[in-house]
């Protein structure tokens, strides 16, 4: 159980365009999302918190206009990165939080998606 | 934000050796999980402790919360390059804080 999934695994794509990521839990309901995103030979850094049916929650210097992220339903968070820069290149991975977590914040996550931009 | 400060950063040494990973802060924390990375995947849920001094095992590693809940340690015992990976302590009671992250490198 607590499987989640990302799609695409990799994309490469032009510079000014827009990508789309997927994020899934596949087997339990999520009330709340985390996209991060992680550098080469670096920890995870924590963009955005979503919870679904509301608007995400941004950290500090991560602009909202630029990775739009949706939370469709218990199941489904999406994250898109509106005309993409090289400098957007990068790992991005989900987590879930599952809606009856025990009292401790156990997150599982995605396997993340590489992109590139050119 | 609570941080939370792994050492050490790099940790290399030969199959069946043993090696021990700290997560320190000066918060006290809930509980800490313990993740494991591996190139291009997400963290992979090891363990997750929450009872002050508790230990937990699971298999070769041995996972210890400090009595205070401010520190956690992993123990490796005879290690294996299936060992190998970015090992990442985790805490927080709803936005994680990650610890900058330990890359072992079991050798053959």
């Known amino acids: 159980g607590a499987v989640v999934s990302q799609h695409p695994s990799w994309v490469i794509c032009k510079s000014g365009t827009s990508v789309k990521i997927e994020c899934r839990s596949l087997d339990f309901q999520a009330t709340t999302m985390f996209w991060y995103r992680q550098f080469p030979k670096q920890s995870l850094m924590l963009m955005a918190t979503?919870?679904?049916?509301?608007?995400?929650?941004?950290e500090q210097g991560v602009e909202k206009d630029k990775f739009l992220i949706n939370h469709a339903s218990l199941t489904l968070s999406t994250l898109t990165v509106t005309s993409a820069h090289p400098e957007d290149s990068s790992f991005y991975i989900c987590s879930a939080r599952a809606r009856l977590a025990a009292s401790y914040n156990e997150q599982f996550f995605g396997p993340g998606t590489r992109l590139t931009v050119l | 934000t609570q941080l939370l400060e792994q050492s050490p950063q790099f940790l290399s040494i030969q199959e069946g050796e043993n090696l021990t990973v700290y997560c320190n802060s000066s918060?006290?924390?809930?509980?800490l999980q313990w993740y494991r990375q591996e190139p291009g995947e997400g963290p992979v849920l090891l363990v997750t402790v929450v009872t002050g001094g508790e230990v937990k095992k699971l298999k070769r590693l041995t996972f210890q919360f400090g009595d205070a809940r401010k520190d956690s340690s992993l123990h490796i015992t005879a290690a294996q390059p299936g060992d190998t990976g970015l090992y990442l302590c985790?805490?927080?009671?709803?936005?994680?804080?990650f610890g900058a992250g330990t890359t072992v490198t079991v050798r053959a």
């Open positions: 918060s006290v924390f809930s509980s």
């Open positions: 985790a805490g927080g009671d709803y936005k994680l804080s």
């Open positions: 979503s919870n679904e049916g509301s608007k995400a929650t941004y």
